[in-house]
């Protein structure tokens, strides 16, 4: 009869001593696996373009890892100087005005220049906030994102209304990485005080991982307010 409790309590132990572990080795191996995965796609898109001399892989009797990533950022980066004078300025307009004149492409292009110049450009706020809107019914709520206010078009219509509208990003769980743009009226957002990097966490967790209030003297304190009302004029 002793035998069986102390074997029940080996397992116990053994079972606890495999959770750590896995809580512990799993996210250590998952990060080193999406890493790796993601240098060698940047060496295979990189490396195939390099001219036969200056590609080690040419050289040496093993292949070196992360070589055409560290090509693509140094590349990108003299691009960026050379784009911040005046001879690359021009030289990048006249690239846009070809784009510009090219069906399809032109549209392409000057989305994804949006795009890249809102979300790396921007000092505003934009999705550095987390907040909760009542979606898809009342009653239910749903984790979202601050984008920006309306804005444009949009923001005029809008004021015609009336209304004072916020853009928001609703992602779906447990992959952000597609959702819904959703305008929601300012006081209609519930703000939240943790960080957009603890609302990922969560969204990601499906609620499993839910990081613990600040204290209130450490709350962030940037309210979603307009320093000033904005006025928009009323198309004819």
């Known amino acids: 009869m002793t035998d069986k409790p102390a074997r029940g309590f080996l397992a116990t132990r053994l079972r606890n001593y495999f959770l750590t572990g896995l809580i512990i080795c799993a996210p250590l191996a998952i990060t080193a696996w999406i890493t790796w995965s993601f240098i060698l796609w940047a060496d295979s898109w990189v490396k195939p373009y390099l001219p036969f001399d200056y590609n080690p892989d040419n050289f040496l009797p093993y292949p070196v890892p992360g070589f055409g990533l560290l090509t693509a950022l140094l590349l990108i980066t003299l691009v960026g100087f050379f784009a911040a004078n005046l001879i690359g300025r021009s030289v990048v307009g006249f690239g846009e005005s070809l784009l510009a004149r090219t069906p399809l492409v ?4 000057k989305g994804l220049k949006q795009i890249f110049q809102t979300v790396l450009q921007d000092q505003s706020n934009s999705f550095k906030r ?8 009342p009653g239910l709520w749903s984790l979202v994102f601050v984008a920006t206010d309306a804005k444009g078009e949009v923001a005029v219509k809008f004021s015609d209304r009336g209304l004072d509208m916020v853009a928001v990003f609703l992602p779906p769980t447990p992959v952000p990485t597609a959702g819904f743009l959703i305008f929601v009226p300012r006081d209609k957002i519930v703000l939240l005080d943790m960080s957009a990097e603890d609302a990922a966490k969560m969204l990601i967790s499906g609620g499993l991982v839910v990081p613990e209030q600040l204290p209130a003297t450490l ?18």
């Open 106 to 109: 032109r549209t392409i292009y």
């Open 130 to 137: 987390a907040g909760m809107i009542e979606y898809p019914s």
């Open 219 to 236: 709350q962030p304190q940037a309210p979603l307010q307009n320093p000033k009302p904005k006025r928009f004029l009323s198309r004819p």
